[in-house]
């Protein structure tokens, strides 16, 4: 058997959030969001309080990516809690949130949470954003966030990205020389879209989902994935009324059009967390 974490100390803190991770999914498919939100409150305290139980770094590793777990369920209801109210534009930012959080866990653990990876990122394909605003400039001095000193210099014995006693070294840029500002398609940062409200995009895939979820024929957790394809759409471009038409066969032509069909399952998100 694969275990999840690599420590005693880490798989005995992840097993002691699986009541409060069940009670989170089984509230969230019934629209409570703030109950769910509640419902991570004492997880979130218990795991404080283990991390002072840590004694290397493997189990401060296991820890933080406990933390990234409840902060990653956190988001993925508030995230449900925007696309229900019809707050597409704001999603967008709750859905990146998820992602990271999601992307950590991957990297630092084996907690399987492929159900979960599938679903957002078919619902990410499905919002109309195409352009992103992508800065370019020379960066001076960049500060390690663990030691303080210049990541970039020899001095700092950090590398980024890399995991140091349950902390994730990053790099904070205090000087900067802005160049330019660039309209990129594959942007480093996906939460710098170019749009200003959620009338300047139209929605149609997130508000089917949210009809089908309003009428109850689907659930959260039972949304598996999208799958896209193209198809002809044969458009008619005969004028109505027009008499030189009237007895004559219309002018039919093809346009292409994106299709998407939602793939659904019969599972609960609760099932997504206990396929372990």
Known sequence: MIEELSTPLGREVYASCFPSIIEFCCLLEQYDFIGAANSLDHTRSLVDEWCGSAINDAEMKDLYVVRRLIKMLTCYSEYWCLLMAGNNAGSWYLLQDTLDALRA???????NITCI???LVGLESTYPYRLFASIGGIVDYTECSICGLDIESLDC???????YSGSVAVGIIKEFRLKHVALVTNPVDKRCV??????DYQYPVLDCIRVLLECGKARIGCIVGFE????????????????QHEHSDAQQSAEQKNHVEIVFD????ADCFLTR
């Open 194 to 199: 170019m749009h200003l409200k959620d009338r």
């Open 117 to 119: 990876e599938r679903q």
């Open 266 to 269: 019969t599972r609960s998100l």
């Open 105 to 111: 866990i991957k990297r630092f653990s084996r907690i």
């Open 157 to 163: 014995p950090h590398r980024m990205g890399e995991m």
């Open 228 to 243: 896209w394809s193209t198809r002809d759409t044969v458009i008619d471009s005969t004028s109505e009324g027009d008499p």
